[in-house]
DNA sequence: CTGAAAGCGCTTACAG
DNA sequence: CTGAAAGCGCTTACAG
């Protein structure tokens, strides 16, 4: 492998003026750039980037935390994000943390040892506290998940908004006893913008109670999210006494789960069930039962995510919080 | 942040006895061993791996390609490659190449740069004449897609087989005009186990040679990737005087779409037009019209892809080529 | 078992 | 505009 010195003595100059025309410094004449860059060509070479990261020059990259590529939200949204981040010249560095704290670490980590420029953070798993230490070492932002007071951009969509008016669809639609499943380990009541869990708690409760409904906590359900998840769920629905008449499920993988296996227990959804999806994955609307769901705005968060990330890294100001819409897909299962 | 000198001033130790123990070097007595690693815990001291690359030592991480992470059975194939190098401590670097040859060359001049210890292509966009040069800087190997005559380990499926019995079991299912779509540009006609897609189509002609079938041009579909790309094939084919009754999708997602666009025009799947997807997605078994489907064994090749780099990473032999089976699911659809 | 020193391939003041 | 030299944080012979 070619290295910088090579270049140079090909070339008949110094290391440092070749440095300098690989770095595009404005003060090497014409003739000089010219015959370094022939040289760099005949010799085919590339600067080791792992040189150049130890004397602490920008690598160009960028790391991006989901919790499972598998999930087709985050695969779609780290697509939107590195799509935009090609265009800029940063290549994207996905980092799966199968939702334990410690991978997160790893990819904070990356910035501390200045193997990315920024690091974004597409799900939170982490206390503030823990995350916050990292900023000094390089550019933060907050996607799709979000926590309130935090001093890092955040991209987000209107989980409350988006909740609130779901309830009141499905009330709308004559539904009145209305089960919720999350991913989380536990429900927690917070005030509003929070964060992302809570949120969307809030919202579902809120337009229960401007119904003058309560919480029926045996209609909580917690630790969902995949389609096996799912079926549990309508199992233990069908164990209940008093059974909800609709469920938000959460995701679109845990909604599927749920009509699967309604399906399969020869209950019918909607009319025995109704299952609101959260997400709309693009194959929600070509299933058995078609999803009625609560469509993320997966593209649009992806894209002035990476956008934000670039203006923070060509030193411009950006909003502390960019709000999202979300919408209420009508389809079959609800 | 703490560099190796910090941590041998603190223990009162050299940088030479740190990095021995940094890297389990057996010469270094357990007393001096126990305080440089206290001395690294008090500072939170990490090896930057910039500094440990530049001098040439392992990286313990990999390169996978695909063309792109939002094609579940890529997201799948990588997930089951990740989970699997982690087990060993090894990180995942996913490389999206977007069909582009060029960013191939990126995941591959990440070997040569000394950024991964290896890399897993499951896709293939350049000649191997230009991969193989890449061999030299490190362990590469082939998955999913594959080539004769390479001097690299290959995990693959038996698409020759899949295919003849495939395009057999449709004969079997009563049909006999047989269309065929591919993601290729093109099609092209060579030796068995050539390379992957020519195996596919072999697969598919001989059973049709064995029923005294030729092949009709009409029928054949080329550079399938999409759903999208799957509706304009449903409308080519309702375009045709002679028209097929049935058509092997090259992938689910076209069959997805073709299923749907038949829908819409109000054409009955499987009666009028049988569709048989490639992959066995997840949710290809929850569609409207559930797809029958020929299974890719996407698991067992990532373990066994994981498995064989890291054999090799260890100095073992490792067997030349290994060859998975498809399997047909019958479902709906055809 | 332990340490001083060279060197990996770059960049960046410092002189000129 | 150009070059000699120091130094980034490590590892690895080389001595002892």
Redesign the pocket.
């Known amino acids: ?5 090579d270049v140079a003595k090909l070339a ?9 025309v ?2 595009d410094s ?4 014409e ?3 010219n015959s370094v860059k022939s040289a760099m060509e005949r010799l085919g ?4 980037p792992a ?2 990261q ?4 920008k690598t160009n990259t960028m790391a991006v935390t989901i919790p499972r590529i598998v999930n087709p939200f985050f695969s779609y949204l780290v697509d939107a994000i590195e799509q935009k981040l090609d265009e800029a010249g940063y290549s994207t560095l996905i980092v799966q943390t199968f939702s334990k704290a410690e991978e997160e670490l790893t990819a904070l980590n990356l910035l501390k040892n200045q193997q990315v420029d920024g690091v974004i953070l597409c799900s939170l798993e982490n206390t503030w506290s823990i995350i916050s230490d990292y900023c000094k070492y390089g550019k933060i932002i907050l996607v799709n998940e979000y926590l309130k007071d935090v001093h890092v951009p955040i991209v987000r969509a209107d989980q409350y908004d988006g909740f609130y008016k779901a309830t009141n669809f499905l009330f709308d639609e004559g539904y009145s006893k209305i089960a919720y499943a999350t991913g989380r380990k536990s429900i927690t009541i917070m005030e509003k913008e929070a964060n992302f869990d809570a949120d969307r708690f809030a919202g579902f409760q809120d337009s229960l109670s401007e119904h003058k409904l309560g919480l029926n906590h045996d209609w909580l359900f917690t630790n969902a999210h995949t389609a096996e998840d799912g079926k549990n769920i309508f199992k233990m629905i069908m164990a209940l006494d008093n059974k909800p008449d609709v469920i938000i499920a959460g995701s679109d993988e845990v909604a599927m789960g749920i009509t699967q296996e309604a399906e399969e227990q020869k209950v019918k959804v909607p009319k025995q069930l109704g299952v609101l999806g959260v997400d709309d994955q693009p194959v929600s609307a070509n299933l058995r039962i078609p999803l009625t769901t609560i469509r993320q705005p997966v593209n649009e968060m992806g894209q002035k995510a990476a956008e934000t990330m670039l203006h923070l890294m060509s030193g411009e100001s950006v909003p502390k919080v960019q709000i999202c819409k979300l919408k209420i897909i009508k389809r079959a299962s609800a």
């Open positions: 492998m070619a290295t910088i010195s008949g100059l110094s290391v440092s003026t070749v440095s300098r690989i770095n404005p003060h090497v004449s003739k000089k750039r070479y590339v600067p080791l040189a150049r130890l004397r602490g020059s």
